[in-house]
């Protein structure tokens, strides 16, 4: 049985794949006096619209320099769903001699092309491996299982990788059984530790055949991370007495401390239900990131094919002038609250929108219309006031879809037509509802903005929500009446509005 350590390649996803220098020197130092036969380094990869570090695309001086500094075999990752046929000898053939392994990350819907890309890499002089993702569903694919036997004199080993870190001991066992039946063909396994399986699995992986592992110091990797390698030696040094210097690997445990304290990855309860349910983890996470879904929504929504179907939003007015006023959840609305409220009453034409439920209330003794933009799981949690006229929801398809005891006062958009993302966000619902009843002037009070970002979230939501008022204004221009942190829109003062009048 063989160890592929791939701390860099899948610890990458933390670093962006920059890795300091002496880091990787100290590196390379402990792994080569630990058993482990390979060691992948990064990817190779065509350009793409985004930074990604030295470790993504692997120029050749960093891969000799690794080369000239340790005697294991290096591997090297590609993502089938990133190259073509045409790119393989530009992205390969000055690693020949240099590289040992070429993996590419599969989507076992794609085997075909695969199989493409395999056959020209083999012909270069590489070993060529599989790594075929999102196993715990791959049970009744016909059309991965029939192209088994087509690989054998292609490949040199076939991955299971645990994409959702949620498959079983004995369905693993199962699947590999199955496998063998088909074909003789080396297999090994890549898991993830979302709901920590990552060590027990490997274990089953090896007690059936597998010939190869992979694992990472301390369990650095995507998401929830993957089978630490210092734990995988330790047992195999206790279990079949395998050559392991223990402060040589206590030494290389605590190179990557450092590294641990700041990127923390690991498994946590977003994790574990991304596993159990088998949901993609980057998907939950980013969901869970800007606060717009809850993890039972989410869990709620995979466990059910209910659709909530709601009436078309349709709004006619006699005042073909009327002007609209977008409430955010900023703190300047309670602050300013008092002139707000000021303003409305002294014009009761103007239709209320909000973008968040949090102002909801102090709104609630005002006669003007008022439309509630709702987005997310928030329809899980909304509690319905009288002030409020409309519910208004995206267009289908919705992630969330939650059955309603009384549809009354909730609709759902036709489309949404002045932006072609975000359509989940309640600005962006906002704006279009302002569109449909054909608002004059459309003015925006609680949109603050934050002054310091300090957290992913505050950052994803302030990118968010300028990229919609950015594609917005190409259609209409939008006037802030309380000060704001968000660019190119226009500025007036609510005060100014009641000193001057409407």
């Known amino acids: 049985m063989k160890i592929l350590d791939c701390t860099l390649r899948d610890g990458g996803y933390y670093t962006k794949w920059d890795f300091d220098s002496k880091f990787v020197e100290a590196y390379i130092k402990y792994i080569n006096k630990m058993p482990v036969e390979y060691i992948e380094i990064g990817y190779r990869s065509p350009e793409k619209g985004e930074y990604m570090g030295e470790y993504f695309y692997l120029p050749l001086s960093t891969i000799k320099n690794i080369k000239s500094n340790t005697s294991k075999k290096l591997s090297i990752m590609l993502n089938l769903k990133d190259c073509k046929i045409e790119h393989i000898e530009n992205l390969l053939l000055d690693l020949v001699d240099v590289v ?19 056959k020209k890499i083999k012909i270069l002089g590489f070993e060529v491996a599989f790594n075929i993702m999102y196993i ?32 079983y001991p004995n369905k693993l066992k199962k699947l590999i059984r199955k496998i063998n039946k088909l074909t003789p063909i080396n297999l090994g396994f890549h898991g993830h530790n979302n709901i920590e399986l990552a060590f027990i699995n490997s274990l089953e992986a090896i007690n059936n055949g597998c010939v190869i ?24 040094k206790n279990y079949s ?14 190179l990557f401390i450092k590294l641990s304290v700041s990127y923390q990855w690991g498994t946590n309860l977003a994790y574990m239900v991304s596993g159990s349910y088998s949901l993609p983890q980057k998907e939950v996470m980013e969901a869970l990131g800007i606060n717009r879904y809850s993890l039972s929504g989410i869990v709620n929504q995979v466990k059910s094919d209910y659709e909530l179907i709601l009436p078309r939003f349709i709004f006619n007015i006699k005042n073909k002038n009327v002007d609209c006023l977008i409430v955010g959840g900023g703190d ?5 609250f008092l002139f707000i409220q000021e303003y409305l009453n002294a014009n009761k034409e103007i239709i209320i929108i909000h973008s968040s439920s949090r102002h909801v209330k102090l709104f609630e003794n005002l006669n003007n219309i008022q439309f509630l933009s709702i987005a997310g799981d928030e329809l899980l949690k909304i509690n319905t006031a009288m002030s409020i ?8 398809p919705r992630k969330i879809n939650n059955p309603l005891q009384n549809k009354d006062r909730f609709y759902e958009l036709e489309s949404i037509d002045f932006i072609d993302h975000y359509f989940d966000s309640p600005l962006t ?10 608002a004059d002037q459309i003015y925006l009070v609680g949109f603050d903005g934050y002054k310091e970002l300090k957290t992913k ?35 007036q003062s609510i005060y100014g509005k009641i000193y001057h009048g409407h």
């Open 213 to 236: 592992i992979d694992s990472t110091i301390l369990g650095m990797g995507r998401g929830a991370g993957n089978l630490k390698t210092e734990l995988l030696l330790v047992h195999l």
């Open 100 to 118: 040992t392994l070429i993996r590419i990350a599969i989507d076992p819907k794609n085997i075909e092309y695969g199989i493409l890309l395999a």
């Open 332 to 336: 300047s609305v309670e602050k300013h």
């Open 136 to 167: 715990s569903k791959i049970k009744d694919n016909d059309h991965f299982f029939s192209y088994l036997t087509k690989i054998e004199s292609i490949i040199d080993y076939l991955y299971l990788v645990d994409s959702y870190g949620s498959i």
């Open 389 to 396: 006229n409309s519910y208004i929801l995206q267009p289908r």
């Open 241 to 254: 007495n395998l050559a392991v210097d223990l402060n040589i690997l206590g030494n290389l445990v605590e």
């Open 429 to 438: 619902i906002s704006f279009q509802v302002a569109l449909d009843i054909n």
């Open 457 to 491: 979230k505050e950052l994803y939501l302030m990118q968010e929500n300028q990229k919609i008022l950015d594609s917005f204004q190409r259609h209409r221009k939008v006037i802030t009446l309380t000060d704001s942190k968000y660019k190119n829109i226009l500025r």
